[in-house]
């Protein structure tokens, strides 16, 4: 751990923070996305608070904050993983890492913003790609492809994402939260500019989530078999 690391200290106000830090537990997965075998068996996933639920899938990907967001994934994300990372402002990822969008594989479709995100931060007919196989990339790909910023092995995983979080907290904290607003269009802690992309993608849950297949597909997972598609 470098020596600037070392000199951080846990702030003791919310207006103290600089920069915040996403990853998961232990080394296997940074987050898999929602709970299918739930979904299968009908359970809602939705948080009861309507203020969380605004926020979007774990309380993060409708919610933009002025503070710096760096996503240090630790292993699989996919599907509702991704699209933290599609969320977060910087990725740093274990060299065991991978990301993907696998909904079309089991009958539903990326509503966290996955949908509209990844054909804007990676090159388009790439982003396609992933959005309409569902099939994943390696993190050293990701990073090829610009989508991710740092590939270390996952013993440093943590000490690189603090390490590059304390490259922007030496800096002048209004000036590099304004800097974020501008880039992303921040305002009032939203960002009007994706209101269409959301409303296109609660329109689209309507059709797709009332369909079989909606249903079939997680009840394939669950069954750990293929799934039977009827496109209805």
Request: charge should be positive; hydrophobic fraction near 45%.
């Amino acid at each position: 751990m470098s020596a600037s690391v070392r000199r951080w200290r846990r702030p003791s106000t919310i207006s103290e923070i600089r920069a915040v830090i996403l990853t998961g537990a232990g080394d296997r997965a940074f987050c898999a996305g929602a709970d299918l075998v739930a979904v299968s068996r009908g359970e809602n996933l939705r948080p009861d608070d309507p203020a969380q639920q605004a926020w979007g899938f774990a309380g993060f990907v409708s919610h933009p904050i002025s503070k710096p967001v760096i996503a240090a994934v630790n292993g699989f994300a996919l599907g509702g993983g991704t699209e933290i990372s599609l969320a977060a402002d910087l990725i740093v990822a274990a060299d065991s890492a991978s990301f993907g969008l696998p909904e079309v594989k089991r009958g539903i479709y990326a509503g966290a913003g996955g949908t509209f995100r990844i054909v804007e931060q990676l090159p388009r007919k790439v982003g396609m790609e992933l959005l309409l196989t569902g099939e994943p990339i390696t993190a050293q790909r990701a990073k090829e492809l610009g989508f991710v910023n740092v590939v270390v092995p996952l013993p440093e995983l943590l000490d690189a994402a603090l390490a590059l979080a304390a490259r922007i907290t030496v800096n002048a904290p209004i000036s590099v939260q304004a800097s974020k607003r501008i880039a992303l269009g921040i305002i009032d802690g939203r960002i009007p500019a994706d209101n269409d992309a959301w409303a296109r993608s609660a329109a689209e849950a309507k059709v797709v989530m009332a369909s079989e297949d909606a249903k079939e597909g997680p009840r394939a997972f669950a069954e750990k078999r293929t799934p039977v598609w009827k496109g209805r």
